[in-house]
């Protein structure tokens, strides 16, 4: 079955500390990745995708991520981080051209002052 | 920026009851998705629409629920008889062609079954 594994469910920070989320998914095909971010009482909005190409992106906000196609992960980073990052963050994948997203169980980032 | 609309952003209702949940996609989008997210739980796939029918569809989906697009602009999903399982924050997502293109998420119904 399909499925996403995030190993961090919380997470705390100071400000300026560096972030690395991990992400592993199950599949074993071709696969479309995403990071996906929710603010507190907002929808969620894409940080970064992976398609096709060089395997590390970048994102907005200042977030990276890298898909290690042998570990099948697509783990996030960042290298310092800000209070406004305080937020839910969703890895997910897809595969063929119309299919849904299989999401992860998210991780809490809290990032303090 | 266009977005992704769903109304209402929260509706609570009594346990048997049927409640549409509505969705507005963006223009010119043609995949269609809902999504729900009990609370403390991952996002969860429901259903995928395209060229008006159901492309794909989780075990969630069952007989008690729908999907419609009623008039080119809306995208519902209906549930016919409510549990309080059904209880949920309930996500619509729309997508462009081509395959390179990401999901745009609305933000949210909170279902309240009570």
């Not at chain 1, 907002?42 to 200042?62: E, M, N, R, T």
């Not at chain 2, 419609?68 to 399982?85: A, Q, W, Y």
Request: charged letters at 20%; one cysteine or more; proline letters at 4%.
């Amino acid at each position: 079955a399909q499925s996403v594994s995030q190993h961090n469910h919380h997470v705390i920070l100071s400000e300026a500390a560096s972030l690395e989320l991990g992400c592993n998914y199950s599949y074993g095909g071709t696969v479309n990745l995403f990071w996906y971010v929710q603010y507190p009482g907002q929808h969620l909005q894409l940080l970064l995708k992976y398609f096709s190409g060089d395997p590390l992106v970048k994102g907005i906000k200042g977030f990276e991520a890298e898909f290690i196609k042998s570990k099948f992960s697509f783990n996030l980073r960042k290298p310092s981080v800000q209070w406004s990052d305080t937020a839910e963050y969703f890895c997910a994948f897809s595969t063929g051209t119309a299919s849904k997203l299989t999401f992860g169980t998210g991780t809490r980032l809290q990032v303090t002052l | 920026e266009p977005e992704v609309t769903q109304t209402p952003s929260h509706q609570v209702t009594q346990m048997g009851q049927e409640v549409i949940l509505r969705c507005v996609p963006i223009s010119n989008h043609l995949y269609f998705y809902w999504y729900r997210q009990i609370l403390g739980q991952k996002v969860e796939f429901l259903v995928s629409f395209y060229n008006n029918e159901i492309s794909e569809k989780s075990e969630i989906f069952d007989d008690q629920f729908s999907v419609e697009r009623p008039d080119g602009s809306n995208f519902t999903l209906k549930i016919r008889s409510t549990k309080l399982e059904d209880s949920a924050m309930y996500f619509c997502a729309s997508r462009a062609p081509p395959r390179d293109t990401e999901a745009f998420f609305g933000q949210g119904t909170r279902l309240t079954v009570v």
